[in-house]
């Protein structure tokens, strides 16, 4: 069983920038792609990016320049750094890992971020 729980979520004004962090219980969490969505009202949830195991990583085109996704395999944890914060950016965060073999996703509570004028 794997638990992921997101922290860092909050209010900034546009340009600022936040530091998501999610993290993970249990031992799959090193072999399997992590990722961060995200889903504003109204919207379906959308990708925001996602690392791999071997640290490859894939990002949104709206995101793409401003918002970094990284991994510590040794504490389980995986960070999405976001700078350059602008107002669609609002939505909540939520904290994936898809696993491998079967392609099962495990979610986050989600954190929301809101970005202000």
Excluded: H
């Amino acid at each position: 069983q794997v638990q992921l729980v997101e922290s860092g979520g909050g209010l900034v004004q546009a340009g600022g920038s936040l530091r998501l962090s999610c993290a993970a219980s249990g031992n799959i969490f090193s072999s399997n792609t992590v990722a961060w969505y995200r889903q504003a009202p109204g919207n379906q949830r959308e990708l925001v990016a996602d690392i791999s195991s071997s640290g490859n990583t894939n990002y949104a085109d709206s995101v793409k320049g401003r918002f970094t996704i990284s991994r510590d395999n040794t504490r389980n944890m995986v960070y999405l750094q976001m700078n350059s914060l602008k107002p669609e950016d609002t939505a909540v965060y939520y904290c994936n890992l898809r696993r491998r073999y079967d392609g099962y996703r495990y979610w986050g509570q989600g954190t929301q971020v809101t970005v202000s004028l």
